[in-house]
């Protein structure tokens, strides 16, 4: 079956603008995850969902990151009024049931550009 | 912040030889996995090793553990060009409530194999 797909696969927006990042876990997965990862380095966990509960929200960096996600569908990732320090590889990951020690499969990332 | 730390943050070796890389980390953990990171986009499983475990083939490749350490190993044996890639360990180390599961990444170790 397909894999997690994101979009769009690059971003170039200019600071203070609002982008929106999109991620299609694999169906069935009811885990999902946000991560960023700047030019060089790992990976910083932004946001989880669980089926329906309440997401775990303690990676976002400010009250200007926020994610939605429907169900256990689509899950849109939201910057507004963009910077600069904002640039990363945006990286969407879904898994079966979002347990301890279950492989995160990952999407291919938006790159997104801030100028 | 970051959990694990892999050293050395860059390997260059020629086709045909082995490439270790570590992996160092600071609070207890359930188990570590290790991605594998082509061209800076989506990043694929290799491996978990369990807090219980010491040791893990899967092909070529060779993981250790050593939690009094809090270390890992990953050993590419008979390398190709074409494992020419970043490689990241994670670990669980923070477990949040209602089921919550993040993976907190190193920096990875940038491995060139060269033809």
Known sequence: GAGVSQSPSNKVTEKGKDVELRCDPISGHTALYWYRQRLGQGLE??????????????????????????????????IQRTQQEDSAVYLCASSLEGRRGETQYFGPGTRLLVL | SQQGEEDPQALSIQEGENAT?????????????????????????????????????????RVTLDTSKKSSSLLITASRAAD????????????????????????GTKLSVIP
């Open chain 1, 45 to 78: 966990f932004l946001i989880y969902f669980q089926g329906n509960s309440a997401p775990d929200k303690s990676g976002l960096p400010s009250d200007r990151f926020s994610a939605e996600r429907t169900g256990e569908s689509v899950s849109t990732l939201t």
């Open chain 2, 21 to 61: 890389m570590n992996c160092s980390y600071k609070t207890s953990i359930n188990n570590l996995q290790w991605y594998r990171q082509n061209s800076g986009r989506g990043l694929v499983h290799l491996i978990l090793i369990r807090s219980n475990e010491r040791e893990k083939h899967s092909g070529r490749l």
């Open chain 2, 84 to 107: 020419t890639a970043s490689y990241f360990c994670a670990t669980d180390s923070t477990y949040s409530g209602a089921g919550s599961y993040q993976l907190t990444f190193g920096k």
